[in-house]
C-alpha cells in the first residue's frame, strides 16, 4: 500500500510538471496588445517589442517632448498619435490585425536613437513580422520622416498603406466637449451681455452721425491707397540719397507709407471744410460769426485743394494745374 501511494504521488507530481511545460508562456505581442496604445515605452521594451522573431507589426514613434529639446512638431503630433493609437485599440479589441502602436521619448532611449542614427525627431518606424504569411525577409522597419506638421488622418492612411490588404480599424476623433462648452458659454454670454446692454447700445447703434464718421473714416482710407500698401508690402519711406528722406513716390504706379497717411490727411481736411461749409455754416444764426466762418473752411478748403495739386505735380511733372500758394 506505501509503494502504491509512493507511485500515486509521483505519477500525480509528474503530471503536474508537464502540464505546466505544455503551457504556452505569452508571446510579446499577448502582452504588449494588453496595455493601452500608444504604449509608452523604455529602452529594454523597445527591444522586446522589436526583436525577432516576431509574428506582429510594431508601429513606433521615436519622438522627444521635453521643452528642453523645442521640438514643437513633435508635441504638436503627439495627441494625433494618441488619436491614432487609441482609435486602432478600441477598433480592433482582440488584436486580430497584430499591430502594436508605441512611443519612445529620448530621454528614455537615447541608446535607440544612436543606433539608428537619428538626427531629428520625430520619426516613425513600421516594424513587418519576421515570421507568418506576411513576414519580411529582412525584418528592417519601413520609415515615416516628419517634413512638417502631421495628421492623425494622413499617418493613419500610410500606415494602412503598408499593411497588407484588408479591413482595418477606422479613425475616430474623440468628441470634443471642452470646445462645445466654451462654444455654449460665449454663446450665453453674448445673449446675457446684448439683453442688458440693448437699451444703451440701441442708441449708439442707430446713430446717423457715428455712421457717417465710419463711413468717412473707410472711405478715405481706401481712397488714400491703403490696400495698395498691403498688397505691394510698400516701404514706409525711403531715402533721396543726400541724407534726407522722400516723402512721395514718382509716378501714378508707385507709393510710400507714409505718402497714403499725408493724402488721407488732405482728404479729411477737405472734407471737414466741404462738411462744415455745407451743413454748420448755413446754421449759424449771427451773420458776422457766419461770413468769419464760411472765409476760414472756404480758405481751408483752397489752400489744401492748392497743396493737394501740389502733390500730383510731384507725383508727375507733367501736371499742368497749380494754385497759388503751393
Known amino acids: 500500500m506505501v509503494k502504491m501511494r509512493v507511485l500515486q504521488l509521483l505519477l500525480a507530481a509528474s503530471l503536474s510538471i508537464f502540464s505546466v511545460a505544455a503551457k504556452k508562456s505569452p508571446s510579446a505581442f499577448d502582452i504588449y496588445q494588453k496595455k493601452q496604445f500608444p504604449i ?142 466654451t462654444t455654449v458659454t460665449i454663446v450665453i454670454g453674448i445673449f446675457t451681455f446684448g439683453t442688458v446692454a440693448y437699451p444703451y447700445i440701441l442708441p449708439v447703434i442707430q446713430n446717423r452721425n457715428l455712421w457717417a464718421l465710419l463711413s468717412l473714416i473707410m472711405v478715405l482710407m481706401f481712397t488714400s491707397g491703403h490696400m495698395y500698401n498691403h498688397i505691394r508690402k510698400v516701404p514706409y519711406v525711403t531715402g533721396n540719397g543726400k541724407g534726407g528722406i522722400t516723402y512721395f513716390a514718382g509716378g501714378f504706379s508707385n507709393q510710400f507709407g ?23 455754416v448755413p446754421r449759424m444764426k449771427d451773420a458776422r460769426t457766419q461770413q468769419i466762418a464760411a472765409i476760414i473752411w472756404a480758405s481751408v478748403a483752397f489752400g489744401m485743394y492748392s497743396f493737394l495739386m501740389s502733390l500730383f505735380r510731384i507725383k508727375n511733372g507733367g501736371y499742368p494745374f497749380w494754385l497759388p500758394p503751393f
Open 40 to 181: 509608452t515605452l523604455n529602452e529594454q521594451q523597445y527591444d522586446e517589442l522589436t526583436s525577432v522573431p516576431r509574428d506582429y507589426y510594431s508601429a513606433v514613434v521615436l519622438t522627444a517632448l521635453d521643452a528642453k529639446y523645442a521640438c514643437g512638431i513633435c508635441r504638436e503630433f503627439q495627441p494625433e498619435w494618441d488619436v491614432i493609437g487609441k482609435s486602432w485599440q478600441k477598433g480592433d479589441k482582440k488584436g486580430q490585425s497584430r499591430v502594436l502602436f508605441a512611443t519612445l521619448d529620448f530621454d528614455q532611449g537615447r541608446n535607440v536613437f544612436m543606433k539608428h542614427q537619428l538626427q531629428t525627431a520625430p520619426v516613425l518606424f513600421l516594424f513587418p513580422p519576421t515570421t507568418g504569411a506576411n513576414a519580411s525577409p529582412d525584418g528592417q522597419p519601413t520609415r515615416f520622416d516628419f517634413l512638417g506638421p502631421q495628421t492623425a488622418e494622413g499617418i493613419h492612411g500610410w500606415i494602412q498603406r503598408q499593411l497588407p490588404a484588408g479591413d482595418y480599424p477606422q479613425l475616430v476623433r474623440p468628441f470634443n466637449w471642452s470646445k462645445l462648452i
Open 258 to 280: 507714409i505718402e497714403t497717411q499725408i493724402i488721407a490727411a488732405v482728404y479729411a481736411v477737405l472734407s471737414f471744410a466741404t462738411i462744415s461749409l455745407g451743413l454748420k
